[in-house]
């Protein structure tokens, strides 16, 4: 079970960047979004589709349709560039899965 | 505040063995699943291992059956990955990461440690 990611998303300051996620369970399981920094742990900004954790930023959301799940960045910032991963479940339930990730520019 | 401080990486050849720990402090140990995901150098993250709140319960990747194991120890609030047979392509930095339920692996990680390195080389 996979699930897919584009390698790459370019946006200048103040723009709205969206990264898709899509695999075949993503209708039964939740997606999950991580942002990433060099040196850095993973950070949650995205649970459960498309409910944000306290202290991440408003313009993190998050939304589902079929099979593909998408995290928007709204006035993106400087700080926000970063690798992005999506992460779910297959359909039973028995291992975790993330996506290979996107590599979010801000030019 | 909760914490989570991986320990245990190193240098090691192919072939070798090491045992990776996690402690944790600052929430209710043995009330979460706990796994261990992996990022090798310029590779995307590959979740490894899970574990449920009681320890009763794993879960591996294909890729590393039969060669990881993970174990947590509740009285000692800490996990534990033991991992023989190291290959070259096992080279990564090793994290922890802390469920948000007691068992089963659909939930999302909510903490994670700053994570250890794992040298695979001759």
């Known amino acids: 079970y996979e699930l897919t990611q584009p390698p790459s998303v370019s946006v200048s300051p103040g723009q709205t960047a969206r990264i898709t996620c899509s695999g075949n369970?993503?209708?039964?399981?939740?997606a999950y979004w991580y942002q990433k920094k060099p040196g850095q742990a993973p950070v949650l900004v995205i649970y459960?589709?498309?409910e944000r954790p306290s202290g991440i930023p408003e313009r993190f959301s998050g939304s589902s349709s079929g099979t593909t799940v998408t995290l928007t960045i709204s006035g993106v910032q400087a700080e926000d560039e970063a690798d992005y991963y999506c992460?779910?479940?297959?359909?039973?339930?028995?291992?975790?899965?993330f996506g290979g990730g996107t590599n979010l520019s801000v030019l | 505040e909760v914490q989570l401080v991986e320990s245990g990486g190193g240098l090691v050849q192919p072939g070798g063995s090491l045992r990776l720990s996690c402690t944790t402090s600052?929430?209710?140990?043995?009330?979460?699943?706990m796994s261990w995901v992996r990022q090798a150098p310029g590779k995307g993250l590959e979740w490894v291992s899970a574990?449920?709140?009681?320890?009763?319960?794993?879960y591996h990747a294909d890729s590393v059956k039969g060669r990881f194991t993970i174990s947590r120890d509740n009285s000692k609030n800490a996990l534990y990955l033991q991992i023989n047979s190291l290959r070259v392509e096992d080279t990564a930095v090793f994290y922890c990461?802390?469920?948000?339920?007691?068992?089963?692996?659909?939930?999302?990680?909510?903490?994670w440690g700053p994570g250890t390195l794992v040298t695979v080389s001759s």
């Open positions: 600052g929430f209710t140990f043995d009330n979460y699943a």
């Open positions: 990461a802390k469920g948000i339920a007691a068992a089963g692996v659909g939930d999302w990680f909510d903490s």
């Open positions: 459960k589709d498309n």
């Open positions: 574990i449920s709140a009681s320890g009763g319960t794993t």
């Open positions: 369970a993503l209708s039964k399981q939740y």
């Open positions: 992460q779910s479940a297959d359909s039973r339930g028995t291992y975790v899965v």
